[in-house]
Structure formats: C-alpha cells, structure tokens
C-alpha cells in the first residue's frame, strides 16, 4: 500500500493554507454519555497546542480522536483534506504520531529495539530494515538525548526516562505531528520540565506541529502557543497562554476562583488558586 | 491489588424478575417431573408403589430408582447452594463454589485414588473421609498458591480452576490405566445422579440438616465478615477461626455430595449469583434462598437431562450438563466484575530475562538434536536400558520415528503458537490451552464425530480449525471491553475449557463406539501416528512457523498494546484475524496429534523468554524449538516411565506443565 502522491495541502484547499486538522461539529456520545459536543476547531501547522479542562473535560477523547483511535458520533474530521477515514493505516502513521496516556510495559525490550518499532509505517510487514531506517533510529536516540538508554530494557528505566524513550520511537516515526495524551501526568517536576522542553523543542528545530493533553496550566501556558479549554465537552476558551491566562477566564475553566501574579523573573503570567 | 466491591455491588436488577425467574424454575421442574414419573408409572399406580405393596418391576423401579433421584438433587442442589453461599462469603469472592476452587476435583481424585487403593474402606462413611481429606487438601494448594491475595478474586478462581484441571488429568491417567475397572467412575465422577435406593438419600439427609445446623448457629458471626475483615475485627470477630470454621463446614458439603454424586459443577456459583441479583442484603436471607435456588436448579437441572434423554437418562450426568451451562455463566459474571485485581502483564514484562552467551538458539537447536537422538535409540526393555545397536535401528526406527516426528512437529507448533499469543494479546499467560483455543478445536473434533460424516483428518483439522478460531474470536470480543486484561482472558479461556470437559464427559458417557478413542485422544497419545501422518505434520509445522516469522513485524509491536499498533500503521483488525487464524490451524493440527491438554504453548514460550526472546522472531524459533524438545522429551519418558506400559505423550507433558503453570501463577 503506497501513498498516492498529494501535495501538503492543495489549492482547492476549503480552509485556508496550512490548515492540518480541520474539525467540525464533531459530538462523541458513549454509553448514552455525551462526551463532546459540537466541537469544532482548525489546528494550523507548526503550532504547538495545549488541551487543558478538569478530567472528563473530554480533553483526552478529543485527542483520541485525532489519533484515529476511536471515531466521532457525529461530525467530520479532515486530515490535509482527507477525511481520516480515507487514510490508509500506514499513510496516516507516516503523518501522525500518537503517544498514548500511559505507554504500555514494553516487554522487556530494550530502548533501541523499541525506537526501531517507530519504523514500522515506512518499512511495513516484510520490507527491509534498510540503512536509512538505522539513521532515523539513530537520529532518534541523538535527539532524544536517549543514546545511553539503547541497550537498557525499557522497563528498567524510570518514569522520565522510559518518556523519552517513547518520545525517541515517536522521531523515528517521523511524522510531522505529534499527539501527546498527558505526557507528564506521571512524572515529578523535574521531568516534567525535562520533557516538556524537549517536546518544545523538537517542535522549533524540525517545524512539527504538537498537540499535547496537559493537566498543569502553569505548564501549559509556559510550552504552548495556544490553549484550547474544554468543560463538559465543549470547547469553551481558545487562545494564546498570554490572553488566556486571566483570573476570570480560568475560573470558566477549572470552577474554581483562581488568581494570577506575574513571574518575579520574566515576568510571564502564573495562575494559582485562591 | 483493589479491593473486591463488587461482591454485594452488582446492581440489583429488581427483585420482580429474578423471583419470578425462580418461581418459573421451580414450576417447569415441578411439571417435568409430575411429567417424567407419570411416563415412568401410570399415576394411579403410584399409592401401591408408595406403600410397596406392587411387585411390579417397573414400580418398583420408579420407587427405588426415580424417587430417591429426585430426592439426591434436593439435597445435592440445596448443599451446594449453601456450600457456595458460605465460599462466596468467607473468601469475599463472587466466583468461589466448590468447583471453581478445585475442592470437588480434589475430592474426586481422592476417591479415584480410594477405589483402586482400599476398595474395602469405601463405604459411606470411609468414602466421605477420603473425599474429606482430597477437597481440603485442593483447597489448602490453591489457598496456598494465592497466600498474600487471597481477596484477589480471578487470581483464586484462576488457581482453582488449574487444580482441577490437573486433578482431572491425573483422574483421567488412572482411569487410563484401569480401564475396566474404573470405567464406571467416568460416569459417576462427572455427576451422575442415578440411585438404586435410599441409601444415599438416608445418608446425606442427617449429615447435611447437621452441617447446615452448624452454620445456622454461626450466622452472626458469619454476616460480620460483609463488613471487610478490618470491620469485623473491630467488631470482635476472630476472623480468622471464623474463615477456617467457614472453608471446613463449606467442604464438608462440598465433599458429601462429591462422594454421593459426584462432581457437578456451578450449582454453587449459580445459586447465590441469582439470589444476589434480587438485591437481598443480608447474610441469613442469602443462605437461606441459595440453598432453595441452589435446590431448584438442580432438580431443574436434572429433569431436563432425564427428558431429553430418555433412555439413555442412566448414562449422561447431570454434572456434565450443569457444567456445560456453568461455562457461560462464569464468563458473564467475570464480565460484570469490574474490578480487575492486578496487572499480570507488568508483572511478568518487567522479569529481568538472563543473559544467554553464544547463540542460544544454536544450543537450543544442538540441544533438541540431542533429544532427538535419545528418542530414537535408547529404550529399555525387560533386561535394562539399551541404546540400538547398529542391527536394531533398522527394525525399531520404522517404529519409533513416525511418533517421535509427530512429537516433535506437535511441540514445535504449540510453541510457536504459544508465543504468537502471548504476543497477540500482550498477556505472558497467555497459550493455546490456557486460552481455550485448543478446548474449542477439541469441542469442534468432538462435535464432528457425532455428524454423520466420516471423521478423515482433513475433516477433523477442519472441524477443529473451525472450533480454535470460534473460541478464540468469543475470546477476543469479550475481552474487547476490558483491552484484552490478562486475568479476565485467562478465565474465559479456562470457562471454555470447562464447557469442553462436560461435553467430552457426556460424548463418553453416551456409550457410542465412535467415542471409544476419544479418551486416549484427549490425553494425547502419539502411538497411532503413522509415517504419512507425521510427515505431513512436519511440513505443517514448518510452514506455519514460516508463516508466523513473516507476522513477525506485527508481532514485535502487538504487545505493546492496541493503541500504539494503531499509531504506527498497523492494520489491526486484519492482523489479529489473519494471526488468529494461523493460530488456531497451528493449534488444531498439534492437537489431532497430542491431544488438547499439553500446556507446552504455555512452558515453551515462557522459556524463551527467560532465555532473551525478545524479539518477535527469536522469541518464535526459541518457543518453536523448546516445545519441540518438551514434547519429544514427554513423549519418550511417557514410553519408558513405566515400561511396559505407556503414558501418553501429552499426559506427561500435562503433568509436568501444571505444576509449571501453578509455580508462575505462585511468582505473582
């Protein structure tokens, strides 16, 4: 199954240039639940773009959806025009790039066997692991900084690390957008800082677009371009960290009375809760 | 490890319907019986036949015969009902009843063991003591196997569950070994409830009124362990002497009616399930209903096998019938529990494998060439140990190589088959027996046999193909809702298991001709191959480890669970069918030869792990050859063990592979 050749975004493109994900109306009902409804939104390449609300904002099924891994009630998603549906599976890997809220255990393989797994799109089944495939994985680990973890098993590893590993097999995917479900939501502040930067700037050096699930506003205001707030499934804030971060603002998001100071150094805006 | 909520949390679906649903039981048992004595004896014959005074055979048959049958499920069904009501409430766990916790297998192998070993001590009372002594010492291994999680509710059912299995395999070894005279035991131990006079009925009647006394007086005590054994403590209650007190009146049960009647399965889980769904809270209330439900449905139970029997009404055991519902019963409460204990697939990822120096595969494979070796050339007869001498070979090869080949090809596809499981659903318990894949392809040979088609063996690798992949898809949806969890799986699996059981029992029991090898079958003998046969299993399971390497891509990412095979582009639904597929081929042809029962697809794979099959690829060839050597292994111990006699290869590899099986389980 080979890609058709396709221009990144065409001419007759409905939404204007550089539009990536282009979604509209979409309604998520589970169970007689709904859990989103009528979201629509157009995420633009290059941006790198938070989901903050409270759990079971639906920040995590928007994501989700975005990965392909479940589908929409209602409503459509356009992928570089393309529905998402109309993408074969390794076509859509070799774009978009999913890393789950809680990487499963990798049975016991070790970090560089599992960045090598971040191939499979461009290989497939049978085809070679050609030389250029052992650069990308290679380029992975460099840009990781997950080189001395290639000979470890990965579940060895601690909570930050086993990140990066995982982040490592999402290079080697190369793909040029990154999904991220709460990449931080398990490890301590040091990591969180440590992750975050590489996330952002893996973003500037090689142009990817990221969406990322984050539960910390602080964080998320800090590393993203723009916030996208969702309560009870419906998108209800959307805009930079700078306009978003207002006391009014975040207590629509969180329901709860929140304040903001500044940063003593810098000077960037920090919410707290009153 | 969660603690268990969901015991008194299922969700009372009202109390109208599940009384009603009683109601309806015990009126279509009490018109089906009314029914079945009428047919037996004209009622206007029935006051003579009461008083005894007809010397006619068929009354008094119909008093000797059908009514103490009637009155033996009362009380079985009602000391069931109560010995799982009292499980269910000691261990705090919705799936415990005698035969899930492999109490009534234990008593019946002890019986077994009885009958052959002091036939003359097996009157009633030392029959009860055997059982006694067999149902407790199961019950100490599996509570043994699961010390620390005793609350964990699959892992015990799990072990239960193992036990019986194993105490039904060395049953089954022993039936092999006495056939002529044992064969009776088949019928009885799967819970047949045909009675030549009241004996039993005047037996079991006091002994239960008095166990059930007992509990009576203890009840208080009893409805404090509800609260959770912190609660209770500070409540006063010795819990512990309570949980002992509990587990040995709850065998006593369990064994008395073992020892009347034989095993019959799931009366005890489905009784107290029942009364739980009408929403009764209280202790007290739910012994009493259990025990009348419990009583209901096994008379119901057994009044429509007598129906749909008719004559053949003395030869198919209720047990085998109650089993063959309890099968799906125990997977639909498994699929409300919402609670899952632990997560076994951490457990067993994050073992550190050993580091193999060399190549281990080129050991494993000098290795297998060794056995092959001794498989065909050192065999003993009334003299001794001998290796062939060069003269020999050419009039013991043609013997001895068609079976070692067929060992050989069956080891190898298990193996093979094993890792691709475990791989497929990320679950290192996971194996073509484990999972019930191999039970489907047993059920599907044994349905074969009973159409009226001439049973060749593509038919039966057919039939059993078809049967393996049934299995396996009822598998994968039902664990759909759950990701595939491990525990939940690995029951289901052992549920379809139970389901073939019964059905192989009621297959025997039925008396056809056709049947008469099934038994050596299911223990899985190689003796019968023939050099076409094995060749031909050779070449199938060369083929399908080629075809499993080509999956071997999909294979090294399917573990690493749905979500992230799906992100990298692998098509999902086609891989896992095309790899189900394959699987059940594999397993179904490795099953004509051996038999259902080897635990190799478990042992082999798991090995291969421990020595650094961590890729897809390596860990196949590893498993492939390790089950290849297990089972050559198995197959020559089982020819020499007990010279002249021969164990069949997949008995040995059974015995072998439980203890395994249970060690893995105990590591958690």
């Not at chain 1, 809220?101 to 050609?130: D, I, K, M, S, Y």
């Not at chain 1, 969180?254 to 009153?274: D, K």
């Not at chain 2, 039970?439 to 393996?468: C, D, H, M, N, Y």
């Amino acid at each position: 199954m080979s890609a058709p050749p396709m221009a990144p975004y065409a001419a007759e493109d409905r939404t204007g240039p550089g539009i990536l994900f282009d979604i509209e109306r979409v309604n998520v009902v589970l169970e007689r639940r709904t859990i989103l409804s009528s979201v629509s939104l157009a995420i633009k390449r290059g941006q790198v773009l938070g989901l903050i609300g409270h759990n079971g904002s639906g920040k995590s099924t928007l994501i989700r959806l975005l990965a392909r891994q479940s589908r929409p009630t209602a409503g459509s998603i356009h992928f570089l025009n393309r529905t998402l549906d109309a993408w074969g599976h390794r076509d859509f890997a070799r774009q978009v790039a999913y890393l789950p809220q809680l990487p499963p255990a990798a049975g016991g393989l070790l970090g560089r066997e599992l960045v090598a797994l971040g191939r499979f799109p461009w290989h497939g089944a049978l085809g070679r692991f050609t030389l250029d495939d052992h650069r990308h994985v290679e380029d992975a680990l460099a840009m990781t900084d997950t080189a001395i973890f290639a000979d470890r098993a990965v579940d060895t590893l601690s909570g930050g690390e086993r990140q990066r590993v995982w982040l490592a097999m999402l290079m080697a995917q190369n793909a040029s957008v990154l999904l991220l479900d709460e990449p931080t939501s398990a490890l301590d502040l040091a990591h969180q800082v440590d992750v975050l930067t590489l996330v952002q700037r893996l973003a500037r050096e090689r142009g990817l677009t990221i969406i990322v699930v984050l539960h910390e506003i602080n964080m998320a205001a800090r590393f993203c371009d723009r916030l996208v707030a969702l309560r009870a499934g419906r998108i209800i804030e959307d805009d930079t960290p700078q306009r978003l971060m207002r006391s009014v603002t975040l207590e629509r998001v969180f329901g709860l009375p929140m304040g903001i100071i500044s940063h003593p150094e810098g000077g960037h805006p920090i919410a707290y809760v009153r | 490890m969660k603690d268990v909520r969901t015991h008194n949390g299922a969700a009372p679906s009202g109390k109208g319907p599940t009384l009603l649903l009683t109601a309806l039981l015990f009126a279509s048992a009490l018109v089906l019986t009314l029914w079945s004595l009428s047919v037996q004896l004209p009622i206007r014959q029935w006051p003579d036949a009461l008083g005894g005074s007809d010397p006619d055979i068929a009354s008094i048959v119909w008093r000797e015969g059908a009514l103490p049958r009637l009155a033996v499920s009362w009380l079985a069904g009602l000391a069931l009902g109560v010995a799982g009501a009292l499980f269910q409430q000691v261990l705090r766990n919705p799936l415990a009843e005698p035969s899930t916790l492999g109490v009534s297998a234990g008593a019946q192998l002890a019986l077994v063991v009885g009958t052959l070993l002091a036939p003359n001590l097996m009157n009633p009372w030392g029959r009860e003591v055997t059982a006694f002594a067999g149902a407790a010492l199961a019950l100490l291994l599996v509570l043994s196997l699961v010390r620390a999680r005793l609350l964990a509710t699959t892992t015990l059912v799990l072990a239960g569950l193992i036990v019986t299995f194993y105490a039904g395999s060395l049953s089954s070894l022993l039936v092999i070994f006495n056939h002529d005279y044992l064969q009776t035991i088949f019928i009885w131990g799967s819970g047949s409830l045909v009675q030549n006079g009241w004996d039993n009925v005047l037996y079991l009647l006091p002994s239960i009124a008095g166990i059930i006394g007992l509990i009576a007086l203890m009840h208080r005590s009893l409805a404090l362990l509800d609260l959770g054994e912190e609660a209770a403590r500070g409540l006063g209650l010795h819990v512990g002497r309570m949980r002992l007190l509990g587990l040995v009146l709850a065998t006593i049960l369990a064994s008395l009616t073992v020892s009347a009647v034989g095993v019959v399965g799931f009366v005890g889980l489905a009784a107290p399930a029942l009364v739980r769904q009408t929403g009764i809270r209280r202790f007290s209330a739910r012994l009493v209903w259990s025990a009348i439900v419990g009583c209901v449905l096994l008379w119901l139970s057994d009044q429509i096998v007598q129906a749909a029997f008719g004559s053949a009404r003395e030869l198919v055991p209720t047990g085998a019938m109650t089993a063959l519902l309890g099968g799906p019963l125990l997977i639909y409460l498994m699929h409300r529990l919402k609670t899952v204990d632990i997560n076994l697939t951490n457990a067993a990822s994050t073992a550190q494998s050993y580091r193999v120096y060399g190549r281990p595969l080129l050991w494993l494979a000098s290795f297998l060439l060794v056995l092959l070796l001794i498989a065909l050339l050192v065999g003993r007869d009334s003299s001794g140990w001998h290796w062939a001498s060069s003269g020999q070979i050419e009039t013991l090869l043609p013997w001895r190589w068609p079976r070692v080949t067929a060992a050989l090809a069956a080891g190898l596809m298990l193996g093979v088959t094993g890792a691709l499981l475990q791989r497929l659903t990320g679950n290192p318990m996971a194996s073509p027996e484990v999972l019930g894949l191999s039970s489907g392809v047993a059920i599907g040979i044994v349905v074969l046999l009973t159409l009226p088609i001439v049973p060749s063996r593509p038919a039966q690798l057919g039939a059993g193909a078809l049967g393996g992949c049934l299995a396996m898809l009822l598998l994968l949806l039902l664990g759909r809702r759950s990701d595939l969890a491990p525990e939940q799986m690995l029951l289901g699996g052992v549920a379809i298991g139970t389901a073939m059981s019964a059905l192989t029992s009621i297959a025997m029991a039925s008396g056809d001709p056709r049947m008469s090898g099934l038994l050596t079958w299911l223990a899985g003998s190689t003796w019968s191959v023939d050099p076409q046969t094995a060749l031909l299993a050779i070449i199938a399971g060369v083929v399908g480890t080629v075809g499993a390497l080509g999956m071997c891509r999909w294979l090294d990412i399917l573990p690493l669970g749905p979500a992230t095979a799906q992100t990298l582009g692998l098509p999902l639904v086609r891989a896992r069918l095309l790899l189900v597929a394959l699987a059940a081929l594999l397993t179904a042809t490795a099953t004509l030869l051996v038999g259902p029962l080897s635990f190799v697809g478990l042992m082999a794979p798991h090995m291969a792990r421990f020595l650094g099959g961590r890729l897809a690829w390596r860990h196949l060839c590893m498993a492939g050859l390790l089950g290849a050597a297990i089972m050559v292994a198995a197959d020559w111990l089982g020819r020499m063990i007990l010279f002249p006699y021969e164990i069949p290869a997949g008995l040995v590899a059974t015995l072998i592979g439980t203890p395994y099986l249970l060690w893995l389980l105990r590591q958690r």
